[in-house]
């Protein structure tokens, strides 16, 4: 009797710090002010909504405990907090939302593998990801205005949607992800950035701006739209690339424009541009070539200092054809596929030995071996939807105009 005694009021004490727990872990948003406030939630395995670390916050920050969280995890303007942490980790089911974090010079998720997004927004003092496990599986992906100099860390097998803008130190950008459902934009990051998609098969829209290199051996099927603009790219090499947007509804364009050390273009096997196959003011570009290259959906517009195009298997242009170059190159082919065969059912022109091109898309004019204009595109900072669109918009424009 004596023990059941003193075994009762020891139960009660422990069930109700499980309900407590239970409680505490189970609350919609929790938020967080300070170290003390994080440590409170140690014993809790799932947090089942938001966590959001206040604007409070300050000095080194660390969640660990939870293996899981149902909602978000947000930190916004915590301008103190000069660490973030969690050795607990492995999913967030909603966003992973950090920014304008003054202060913050660290960020390591060791265990962190799986989120449904990726906003890391105007984070000047950050320089790395400490992301041990690679987080592989995201919806999408947004990296704008950091000190980051890599994204190791951040290694996805599918992803919607990745914007990589405004992160001038961000040197090297490597992923095994394979298809890219919505699209990927790069814009404004370091002058020497080296993009690596090894295994990138098939894409939606892709974007490529102010970069030093980019690797696709695999792409083979670009559903929207692909251009490289005003980059210190010297080749372009997708050797397995067979199409570029939709030939039937005459949508999804492909670029080259103001990329001024650009001197190779190698797309042996592009069969199929849905819209535009625009090419402008690349000033050391001196040949091109698309051996493959059938069915044009929209206009083709070459302009520059190029020798005679080459496109043996040109079959259906729908749009226009603009070709002017400030070499002497042989128009007769093509003047034949215009007027005789049908083969361009657009607005002709082709000419050679040109002191001033223009390009028919927008891009201006170049004189001499000097060019005066730059791409019309999306600003230095800029949404994915929006860039995305641009070439299909350019591309719209020259089956139109021509």
């Known amino acids: 009797m004596f023990a059941q005694k003193l ?36 014993d809790c395995s799932t947090i089942s909504g938001s966590v959001v670390i206040g604007s409070a916050a300050s ?19 915590a301008t103190q907090v000069t660490s973030f942490s969690s050795s607990t980790i492995g999913q967030i089911k909603g966003a992973f939302h950090l920014e304008d974090l003054t202060l913050l010079s660290s960020l390591s998720f060791s265990l962190l593998t799986a989120v449904k997004s990726i906003e890391f927004i105007s984070l000047p003092n950050l320089g790395a990801l400490t992301f ?45 992800v394979g298809n890219i459902t919505s699209a990927a934009v790069f814009n404004a990051n ?10 990138l098969i098939w894409a939606s829209n892709l974007t490529f701006r102010d970069v030093a290199s980019v690797e696709i051996p695999s792409l083979a099927v670009v559903n929207g739209s692909l251009g490289f603009y005003e980059t210190s ?43 535009a196959d625009q090419i402008a003011n690349n000033t050391v570009l001196g040949a091109i070539s698309f051996p493959a290259l059938v069915d044009v959906g929209g206009a083709i517009d070459f302009s520059g200092n190029f020798t005679t195009p080459n496109l043996p298997a ?82 719209g424009l020259l089956q139109m105009l021509l």
């Open 233 to 275: 790219l010297e080749s372009i090499y997708a050797p397995n690339l067979t199409s570029v947007g939709s030939f039937a509804t005459g949508q999804g364009s492909l670029a080259f424009v103001a990329n001024t050390a650009l001197t190779n273009i190698s797309m042996d096997a592009l069969k199929s541009v849905g819209g």
């Open 7 to 42: 075994l009762l009021p020891a139960l009660a004490v422990i069930t109700s710090v499980a309900a407590q727990s239970s409680t505490i872990c189970s609350q919609p948003t929790v938020t967080i002010n300070s170290q003390t406030d994080a440590s409170q939630y140690a």
């Open 132 to 176: 041990s496990s690679f987080v592989s599986s995201a919806q999408s992906v947004r990296i704008s205005n950091t000190f980051l100099g890599t994204l190791n860390g951040i290694n996805l097998n599918t992803v919607a949607t990745l914007q990589i803008d405004n992160n001038p130190h961000l040197v090297s950008f490597s992923t095994q």
């Open 59 to 77: 000095g080194d920050i660390s969640l660990n405990g939870p293996i899981s969280i149902g909602g978000d995890l947000v930190m916004l303007n």
């Open 314 to 395: 040109l079959g259906n242009v729908k749009g226009g054809f603009n070709v002017e170059s400030q070499q002497s190159i042989d128009c007769s082919h093509f003047q034949s596929e215009a007027s005789a065969s049908g083969v361009i059912q657009g607005k002709y022109n082709c000419k050679g030995d040109l002191t001033t091109v223009t390009s028919i898309g927008g891009t201006g004019t170049s004189t001499g071996s000097s060019s005066s204009a730059t791409s019309k595109g999306a600003a230095a900072s800029f949404g994915v939807n929006e860039a995305a669109a641009g070439l299909s918009v350019i591309g």
């Open 190 to 199: 370091g002058a020497g950035l080296k993009i690596e998609f090894p295994n």
